[in-house]
């Protein structure tokens, strides 16, 4: 175990070149996920037989039971499972709001790789703030400037008579005509003559959304190239970090890390690392900007 190390490139492992993985996906994830880890040298084996949204959906229809993390595990063992393979991929999305302010939507990505040769998991992560908003309209102009607003037709759409709570979705929008003819005719056949308008949160149908998932398979990417110093197992990378960063103005400790808690998960071997900045910007210091 070293301690207090500035921040310096862990060695590269080839250990993935030439396997084959596979990646469980539904919603064209292959499309992000498989030339980023190609540069690897792995080969990615697309899984796609099996309906993910029987796990759980955006439009909540089908309620998500376990968590963001341990759902992209399933996936990826049902997808190693279905293929035979000892490697498996998979990745998971959430919404939720901003942890600054708390008004901004906010998407956080996992990419989880499971590894049944050398018995580890790597994870990748990403987040930002994402496309995630819905509007209640009464008229078509209300409606179309929403869409309008979030991206349509890059970004898809879904629909219901009422509410959000309306088991009667469509799904899918992709086009005005489409979207138009939708709309009138989930008004026609709502109560309260509104109609529940939602951004399409499926990584097919949310352009933000696959950056974010692209950033978290590069994260993956690194850990996976990343060897333990004493083992030599991929997957060496930051598990924890430590706030206190000192403000760059005033000198008080800030929600900043200062170090992190490198491990690796294989022989257990870890370090704390101290961050390649010294000092933080006084924009996220609680007595400065409070």
Known sequence: MR??????????NDYYKEKTISLLTKHRKESIIAPILSSAGCRIELISQFDTDTLGTFTREIPRVADQLETARRKARIGMEISGCALGLASEGSFGSDPFIGLMPWNREVVVLVDDII???????????????????????????????VGFP???????????????????????????????SAAAIADTGWVFVETDGRAHGNPTRRQIIAKATEDLFRKMQSACPSCG????????????????????????ARAQLWLCRKCGEHETRETARQLADPIFCDYCNP
């Open 119 to 149: 018995g580890i998991e790597i994870i990748g992560m990403a987040e930002e703030a994402g496309t995630h908003h819905h509007l209640a309209a009464s008229r078509w102009e209300e409606a179309s400037d929403f869409a309008n607003r």
């Open 154 to 184: 890059d970004q898809y759409l879904t629909l219901r008579p009422n509410n959000q709570n309306d088991p009667r979705i469509i799904k899918d929008i992709t086009s005005w005509a489409h979207f138009e003819d939708a709309f009138r």
């Open 3 to 12: 301690h207090d190390r500035r921040v310096t490139p862990a060695p590269l």
């Open 233 to 256: 197992s991929p997957g060496y990378a930051a598990v924890q970090s430590f706030p206190g960063l000192p403000c760059a103005d005033c000198g008080n400790p800030t929600k900043i």
